[in-house]
C-alpha cells in the first residue's frame, strides 16, 4: 500500500448504528486530519492530530469521535448520525502541520 | 474574515481551448496557496503550493500564477483527461494546520 488509504469506501448506516471509519497513512506523516465534503460545498476541517495528540475540534458534534492510536493510524467512531450527517468522509496526512496535505480517496457515508 | 472565493463555479471548454480558473483570497497574511484536483468520487490530488506573489509552478498543461489577492490556474491546451474539479485553499500565517478552502470550479473538457 502506498500514500493514504481509508476502508470502507462506502457506508450505508441506520440512524442508530454504529461504524467506524479507518484511515492509515504510508508516508511517514506526523499529522493526520478528517475532513467532511459535502456536494458544491467547501472542504470542512473537522479533526487534526499531530504526533497522535489532538490539536483542533472544529466543534464537531459528540456523534463524531476520533481516535489516533499512533502516527500512521486514525478512526471516526460513528454512531446516532443524522440523514444530514450523509457526505464524503476524507482523511489526509501532511509532514507536519503547515506542510503539504494529501489524501485519500475517501469514504463515502449515507445515512438512512 | 478569512475566505477563498473561486470562479467559474463550472467550465466548459472544447479540447484545445485554453482558459484560466480563479482563486480569490482574503487573509491575514499568506502561509502557501494549494491547488488540487479532485476526480469524481476521489480524494484530492495534490497539484501545486505557492508562497510568495510572482511565483509560478508548471505541471504538463498547467500552469499556476500567484499575486497578492489572486492565484490562477492556466490550462494550455486541455485534453478531455483534464476534467475534474479543481480546488483551491490557503493557509494563514498564524495557522498551524487550517486550510481555507474554497468550493472549487468544476472542469469540462469535450473532446
Known amino acids: 500500500e502506498t500514500g493514504v488509504t481509508q476502508t470502507p469506501r462506502h457506508l450505508v448506516m441506520g440512524m442508530t448504528n454504529k461504524k467506524s471509519l479507518k484511515c492509515e497513512q504510508h508516508l511517514g506523516h506526523n499529522a493526520m486530519y478528517w475532513y467532511k465534503q459535502s456536494a458544491k460545498k467547501p472542504l470542512e476541517l473537522m479533526f487534526v492530530y499531530n504526533f497522535k495528540e489532538q490539536t483542533e475540534n472544529n466543534s464537531v458534534p459528540s456523534r463524531f469521535s476520533p481516535e489516533c492510536p499512533n502516527s500512521s493510524h486514525l478512526f471516526l467512531h460513528l454512531h446516532t448520525l443524522q440523514p444530514e450527517d450523509s457526505a464524503l468522509y476524507l482523511c489526509?496526512?501532511?509532514?507536519?502541520?503547515?506542510?503539504?496535505?494529501?489524501f485519500g480517496p475517501g469514504t463515502r457515508l449515507l445515512v438512512l | 474574515e478569512d475566505q477563498v472565493t473561486q470562479s467559474p463555479e463550472a467550465l466548459r471548454l472544447q479540447e484545445g481551448e485554453s482558459s484560466s480558473l480563479n482563486c480569490s483570497y482574503t487573509v491575514s497574511g499568506l502561509r502557501g496557496l494549494f491547488w488540487y484536483r479532485q476526480d469524481p468520487g476521489k480524494g484530492p490530488e495534490f497539484l501545486f503550493t505557492l508562497y510568495s506573489a510572482g511565483e509560478e509552478k508548471e505541471k504538463e498543461r498547467l500552469k499556476a500564477t500567484l499575486t497578492k489577492k489572486e492565484s490562477f490556474l492556466h490550462i494550455t491546451a486541455p485534453k478531455p483527461e483534464d476534467s475534474a474539479t479543481y480546488l483551491c485553499?490557503?493557509?494563514?500565517?498564524?495557522?498551524?494546520?487550517?486550510?481555507?478552502w474554497g468550493a472549487g470550479t468544476k472542469l469540462i473538457i469535450k473532446p
Open positions: 489526509a496526512s501532511s509532514q507536519t502541520g503547515g506542510e503539504t496535505q494529501y
Open positions: 485553499a490557503v493557509q494563514a500565517v498564524d495557522s498551524n494546520y487550517q486550510l481555507i
